[in-house]
């Protein structure tokens, strides 16, 4: 779903926008509450974080960089680029005269859990994963011809249980056969066994444009007062879930993931996105979900029907957890 605000939309949330005051002391901040919602001046917010920017296309896209890191917006629109890698905003850019909004929501949990990463408290580690199959039982999920999504999952999730092994983590599955596991289940699984992560792990299928749409997406849980990605945008408004708890690190991760992903396997970057899964909602400990390809896409189905693209996808899977983790314990 593309998010496209029209003239007359853009011309009314103008028409509504009011002044707020600034946030930092040293640095302001000029806020603006726009249709309710709460933005931040992007050029504020750049110079206070050592950002430069500049518009690389102008009044449609621009482009913040600094020695750390280099971000990629486009006005009106939700799609950016951080290093490269595609992560989804909650709420499109605006522009109004010479000035850029960005909503302070996307700022707080989107950019700022990426370029100020969390650390872990002093002498904690992460050890165990949560692994979840998606689907399985009288749940095939996605079937493209003899291809059915709960059998790769489930493949998918013991190879990457091999390799994490290997690295050293501690794993444990929600599934190891057949079954069907009730979504509610499967976090509750995770916490039981006192998992630091979990991880569902799905494949997609799509019907329209089944030969040209591929590539690898991680979902991390809809911060509370934003729309998912995957919910046409009239979720917005919905509340706080137990999983909301971990914003930071869940963004954080699907980052680490999608990084991965995206640079060591064939694959096109769909980007990090947000919903509220059943799965991430309730989860106690930070929690994302893989769509690691398309089973609807031939090429692409083909090849994560192989044990050799599979081995591919969880080494870059480990990778990004290796790289999360070592982020994560540098505090130490
Ligand atoms: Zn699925």
Redesign the pocket.
């Known amino acids: 779903m593309r998010l496209v605000l029209s003239s007359v939309v853009l011309t009314w949330l103008l028409q509504v926008a009011q002044p707020l005051c600034s946030y930092g002391a040293s640095h302001a901040v000029e806020e603006m509450r726009i249709a309710g919602r709460e933005y931040a001046r992007l050029s504020d917010w750049a110079k206070k974080n050592d950002f430069t920017v500049h518009w690389t296309r102008r009044d449609e896209a621009l482009e913040l960089s600094s020695s750390a890191a280099r971000v990629l917006l486009q006005i009106h629109s939700p799609e950016a680029q951080l290093d490269g890698v595609a992560v989804r905003l909650l709420f499109p850019l605006i522009q109004q005269g010479e000035t850029v909004w960005i909503s302070l929501l996307d700022l707080k949990t989107t950019f700022e859990p990426l370029l100020f990463p969390p650390r872990l408290k002093p002498g904690a580690q992460l050890k165990s994963i949560c692994l979840d199959p998606?689907?399985g039982g009288k749940d095939p999920?996605?079937q493209v011809g003899s291809s059915q999504?709960k059998k790769l999952?489930l493949l998918l999730s013991q190879e990457l249980q091999a390799q994490l092994k290997r690295a050293g983590w501690k794993v444990s599955l929600t599934r190891t056969r057949d079954n069907f596991v009730e979504l509610p289940s499967r976090p509750e699984i995770a916490r039981h066994r006192n998992a630091d992560l979990f991880i569902s792990v799905?494949?997609?299928s799509i019907a329209a444009s089944a030969n040209s749409v591929k590539g690898a997406e991680v979902y991390c849980l809809t911060p509370a007062g934003a729309p998912s990605t995957n919910a046409g945008g009239d979720d917005a408004g919905a509340g706080w879930f137990a999983g909301n708890r971990y914003n930071d690190q869940n963004m954080f991760l699907a980052y680490e993931l999608q990084k991965n992903l995206t640079r060591k396997v064939p694959t096109d970057d769909r980007g990090v996105h947000r919903a509220r899964f059943w799965v991430l909602r309730d989860a106690v400990m930070p929690a994302v979900l893989i769509?690691a390809g398309f089973l609807s896409n031939p090429t692409e189905g083909r090849k994560i029907a192989s044990p050799a693209y599979r081995r591919q996808l969880a080494s870059a899977i480990v990778d990004g957890l290796s790289a999360y983790r070592s982020s994560m314990e540098r505090g130490l």
Do not use: I, L, V
């Open positions: 998606g689907h999920g996605n999504e999952t799905h494949f997609n769509e």
